[in-house]
């Protein structure tokens, strides 16, 4: 097996055919980028990290807002619910659960019988 080649599928030269950030993973010598012999010049290295950093603070940015938007107040105005609340609540929403589920099984049978008396 040639050095750089993985479970004998032979390594790929990076050529100028894969993007930069390719050449890096594609090389079976991937420390010469590093060493600053060959490889993408200085430039393109700082072009790539100045994106990324770009990217990075467009991300904090969004994250950082979070608290701050239209829906902060409802959200520092909320407040953990007393049991008998929590308990109504539920029994309410599983009321809605049954009847959901019991005509989603009505429809279910109907058609079961449409068919069936269709000769389907």
């Given at each position: 097996?040639?050095p750089?080649?993985v479970?004998?599928?032979?390594?790929?030269?990076?050529?100028?055919?894969?993007?930069?950030?390719?050449?890096?993973?594609?090389?079976?010598?991937?420390l010469?980028?590093?060493?600053?012999?060959?490889?993408p010049?200085?430039?393109?290295?700082?072009?790539?990290?100045?994106?990324?950093w770009?990217?990075?603070?467009?991300?904090e940015?969004?994250?950082?807002?979070?608290?701050k938007?239209?829906?902060?107040?409802?959200?520092?105005?909320?407040?953990?619910?007393?049991?008998?609340e929590?308990h109504?609540?539920?029994?309410?929403?599983?009321?809605?659960?049954?009847?959901?589920?019991?005509i989603?099984?009505?429809?279910?049978?109907?058609?079961?019988?449409?068919?069936?008396?269709?000769?389907?």
């Amino acid at each position: 097996m040639r050095p750089g080649s993985v479970r004998g599928v032979p390594a790929r030269s990076p050529d100028k055919t894969f993007p930069r950030w390719a050449r890096l993973f594609l090389d079976p010598d991937p420390l010469k980028y590093w060493s600053g012999v060959g490889g993408p010049s200085m430039s393109e290295r700082s072009g790539f990290l100045d994106r990324a950093w770009k990217a990075q603070h467009a991300i904090e940015k969004r994250f950082n807002s979070i608290g701050k938007g239209r829906y902060a107040r409802v959200l520092r105005m909320a407040r953990k619910p007393e049991p008998e609340e929590y308990h109504h609540t539920s029994n309410v929403v599983l009321v809605g659960i049954a009847i959901v589920g019991g005509i989603g099984f009505a429809i279910f049978l109907f058609v079961t019988w449409l068919l069936r008396l269709m000769g389907a």
